[in-house]
């Protein structure tokens, strides 16, 4: 995502975070451990 995207996503709502590439990431490296492996069929919304 561009900065300037970033930006436009940011100004069309207050309460809107937009999620840095790392933090998406340590999502992904929680799904695919051990941990998570009882999550099935789920939607995960990331901003």
């Known amino acids: 995502m561009t900065e300037s995207v970033r930006e436009a996503v ?12 790392e933090e998406v990431a340590e999502v992904i490296v929680y799904l695919v451990s051990d941990s998570a492996r009882l999550i099935t069929g789920n939607i995960l919304y990331l901003r």
């Not at 940011?10 to 590439?21: E, G, I, L, N, T």
Request: proline share 8%.
């Open 10 to 21: 940011r100004a069309s709502d207050d309460h809107v975070y937009v999620a840095q590439p």
